[in-house]
């Protein structure tokens, strides 16, 4: 299976056998994606769209979103999710909305928002009272995210187009921060392996410098005694352990561990000779042989108060 994985990208395997070189790993990541979605409750309740849904698919449960549910076969083209009554969203992409945990009346910040599956789900969890400013920086993206708000019957949400950076001008302001990231979308491999062909270590480093200007930009919008979630849909710890690094060496950050019923891999704390923060251990990393999902890094960041 690795071999396979070498044909396409033979940096690739050389980097990743020194993340995770288990030959679940491998066996996982070369293994198709099993569909999800997340039930809009701000359109259905979760009871009356499984009924419908369970009459075509067989449904299972999510175990840390109970909204979310895997089904044994695509979703997106049926009538409930051209409705807005699902969004098609892997699994594991469910995890940092959980955790943050956002409640009816709050101003949120979620910087990196399109295609727009977490605001919705913010949305949701917030019951469509308070508001959300959903960013995006690039006019493309920011199409697919409207289109999706509008779909799902979202009202709260302010459409912005900036750099995420821009936000740390506006300091103590949010009651929840979620930065889901741009990166080297490795947990996505699974989905499709165009991920695995343009991937690029240049690029990892590339990507690690800007989430270490996004994460501390967002801490500074975050108001004190807030929370920010942290995440990513990729594996490196260049892109993960070291920017929740970053962040605790460079403010009073406190890493809160993530108390849901999800397998995770051991967070990596010394890697190619660095050495990272004991409060790492508490991030959950998730490699796609945990869960049988995406991989997935999400980090719970809170600011004293």
């Known amino acids: 299976m690795k071999s396979e994985f070498a044909c396409i990208n033979r940096k690739f395997v050389e980097r990743y056998e ?21 039930v809009n409750t701000l359109k259905a309740s979760v009871e009356d769209v499984i009924c419908s849904l369970s009459d075509r698919f067989e449904i299972e449960q999510v175990p840390w979103c109970r909204e979310g549910f895997f089904a044994d076969g695509d979703v997106g083209g049926t009538i409930e999710h051209q409705l807005g009554l699902i969004f098609s969203q892997e699994a594991s992409s469910m995890i940092p909305v959980v955790s943050l945990e956002p409640k009816p009346g709050m101003l949120v910040l979620d910087m990196c928002a399109s295609p727009g599956g977490k605001t919705t ?108 979630v942290y995440s990513t849909c990729t594996l490196d710890p260049l892109e993960n352990e070291e920017v929740v690094d970053h962040l605790i060496s460079n403010t009073d950050a406190i890493v809160e561990k993530i108390d849901l019923p999800v397998k995770g891999t051991k967070p990596i704390t010394e890697f190619e000779g660095k050495r990272y923060s004991g409060e790492v251990k508490r991030c959950l990393r998730i490699h796609p042989q945990d869960n049988d999902t995406e991989g997935f890094f999400i980090a719970k960041i809170v600011k004293p108060s």
Do not use: H
């Open 18 to 38: 020194k993340i995770d070189d288990s030959e679940d790993f491998w066996k996982f990541m070369s293994k198709p994606l099993r569909p999800s979605f997340r």
């Open 121 to 228: 789900q913010i949305a949701q969890y917030m019951e469509n009272v308070g508001c959300i400013i959903a960013n995006d920086v690039k006019y493309d993206r920011i199409n697919i995210l409207i289109s999706n708000i509008q779909r799902c019957g979202v009202l709260i949400a302010k459409v912005t187009m900036k750099d995420g950076r821009f936000f740390g001008r506006f300091r103590d302001r949010f009651d929840r921060v979620l930065i889901d990231a741009p990166c080297s979308n490795v947990g996505m491999v699974r989905k499709n392996y165009r991920y695995l062909k343009f991937w690029s270590l240049k690029e990892v480093y590339s990507l690690s410098r800007l989430q270490k200007e996004l994460i501390l930009a967002g801490y500074r919008a975050l108001k004190p005694g807030g929370v920010l």
